[in-house]
C-alpha cells in the first residue's frame, strides 16, 4: 500500500522560504515520477514540480520556475520541495503524488497515489 505524507507547510511571509517533504512508502519508487501540486481555494489543483525518481531530472510550472527547487532522497525515500521568495499568489494546500508509470507529465489525473496535502499560507 503506497503512503504519501507531506509536512512542512506553515504560516510565512511574503518573500519568505518553506521546505515541504513528501515521506513516501509502500514500494520501490525507483520508477515513479513523483509531483507537487497546489489547490487554492475555488481553483483547479495545479501542477507545481516533479522529479523522476531514478533519473532525478525536474520539471518546474512557469510560475514557481526559479524559485522553487524539487529534490529526492533516495536513504531516505523523501521528495522536497525548496520553496523561496513566496509570494501570496503561492498560498494554497500542497499535494504530494505519484505517478507509477514514471514518465512526467503535469496532468493530475495521471498521479495515482497522492497524500493529504499541506496547507501554506502566505501573508503580504
Known amino acids: 500500500q503506497v503512503q504519501l505524507v507531506e509536512s512542512g507547510g506553515g504560516l510565512v511571509q511574503a518573500g519568505g522560504s518553506l521546505r515541504l517533504s513528501c515521506a513516501a512508502s509502500g514500494r520501490t519508487f525507483s520508477g515513479y515520477c513523483m509531483g507537487w501540486f497546489r489547490q487554492a481555494p475555488g481553483k483547479a489543483r495545479e501542477f507545481v514540480a516533479a522529479i523522476t525518481w531514478s533519473s532525478g531530472r525536474s520539471y518546474y510550472a512557469d510560475s514557481v520556475k526559479g524559485r522553487f527547487t524539487i529534490s529526492r532522497d533516495n536513504a531516505k525515500n523523501t521528495v522536497y520541495l525548496q520553496m523561496n521568495s513566496l509570494k501570496p499568489e503561492d498560498a494554497a494546500v500542497y499535494y504530494c503524488?505519484?505517478?507509477?508509470?514514471?514518465?512526467?507529465?503535469?496532468?493530475?489525473?495521471?498521479?495515482?497515489?497522492w497524500g493529504q496535502g499541506t496547507q501554506v499560507t502566505v501573508s503580504s
Open positions: 503524488a505519484a505517478n507509477p508509470r514514471g514518465g512526467f507529465t503535469p496532468t493530475p489525473g495521471a498521479y495515482d497515489y
